[in-house]
């Protein structure tokens, strides 16, 4: 493995087509045909009530789990040899129980890189989410938001072109949510597609350019942040921001 | 006819005074246990952890086989390996009959299963926590048996002393593929339970209080381990 990292691959992953996609578990219907593109580019923010099926979407989309029927495609295969060009930080991040900095090497590692490649990446990509000085700290006892900041640490050494984030502010503080909000405009001024899962409509507004608003596990609406909040095409969607939003 | 109050003074004499015989008798036993309890654990571990990370037909039996193979009664893998290792028996142009060597495989077959078994349980319940996040990061399963392997260690370790304590206290294994040979593959349990019944307490309880103290001062020492590592690495 030479220098893999630092070749961009020809060939871009984006866009992400899902044609009919359809995830029923002992006949319940999670995903419920869900047909749509997302292309490079626009922070995407997916929002709606419990058990709309937000969640699975994303490790539908990533890969985690299969689809009963339908096809997730991406616009070109990821690549057999290297890191994998997609990443997704979860809620609760998963950490090893070693240094901070050897759980971002550990994710190098698998993607192929030489050690002393995995330390120098581990190390900038800790410095970017300003963790570098608890680089030597076991990774476990990092306060809750510093955990998550570690784990997109992680998924940023890999440079990923899409990264998916399943509420990952969702039992964090404003101030440390404030952190990770940074921190995911950051990779996306670097080039990353954001395609995120949140609660906190105030996050929606602050961080989405555009709207995925799903319930009972279909797409009802699609829309730039401005409008979906001010002008709700569907009747769904206007009844979920009435009950979610104050005003 | 002694009584116990005599058996046991004698008994600490003996510890304290380093009587050789006495001191020869436990080396040797951790001696095999101690490499028993290493090559199961070479084995037992990665077993457990494969297990426990991969799906394949079949899986079920084997878990219920494994399971069970944790209550392999010592006598009869001791008959299993005497028949492998008599001068008849498939291994037997080794010449390992009656040597530490075999005592060493012997214990090593009995506590391998129990390693594997009680490893593939711990494994199992941690990769539910871990799966989708060593997915995500693209880890084979087979990578991710080994950063599982390294992340549980300090658990492991509690299992692979249960092993020695296995080892190290089952007398029907050794004292069939040892034969109980003075100064050769006499060990600890087997030394007590011949010298029991020749009447020379004072021997075998001293050897009963050694072997006590040292299963003992080793799960001390794992408890010790497994409490600061978890409050150093949470």
Known sequence: MNTAMDMRPPLSLLPLTLDRVVLAINGRRIIDGISITLDAGPRTIVVGPNGAGKSVLLRLCH?????????????????AQGPRRQAMVFQRPVLLRRTTLANVVHALAIAGLSRAQCKLRGLEALRKVGLERLARRPARVLSGGEQQRLALARAWALSPEILFLDEPTASLDPGATHEIETIIS??????????????????????????????????????????FFKYPASREAAQFLEGELPW | MYSLLQAASQALQLVTGADPKLFG???LSLRVSLTAVAVAGLVGLPIGAAIAVSRFPGRRAVIVVLNALMGL????????????????????????????TAMVIAQATLIAPIVAALSRQVVEDAWQEYREQLRSLGESPLGAAGTLLWDLRFSLVT???????????EVGAVII?????????RVMTTAIALETSKGDLPLALGLGMILLAIVLALNIGAYVIKETAQRRYG
């Open chain 2, 177 to 185: 593929v040892g034969g109980n040979i003075d100064g050769v593959t």
């Open chain 2, 159 to 169: 299992i692979v002393l249960a092993g020695f304590g296995r080892a190290a206290g």
């Open chain 1, 63 to 79: 890969g985690l789990i299969a689809p009963t029927s339908g096809t997730i495609r991406w616009a070109a295969p990821e690549p």
């Open chain 2, 25 to 27: 008798i436990v080396l």
């Open chain 1, 186 to 227: 950051a990779m996306h001024a670097q080039g990353t597609k954001i395609v995120m899962v949140t609660h906190n409509l105030g996050q929606a507004r602050r961080l989405g350019e555009e709207i995925l608003f799903m319930h009972q596990g279909r797409v009802a609406e699609r829309a730039p942040t401005d409008r």
């Open chain 2, 73 to 100: 009664p010592p006598v009869v893998v001791g008959l299993l390996i005497y028949l492998l290792l008599s001068r008849a028996g498939p291994l037997g142009e080794a010449g390992l009959l009656f040597t530490p």
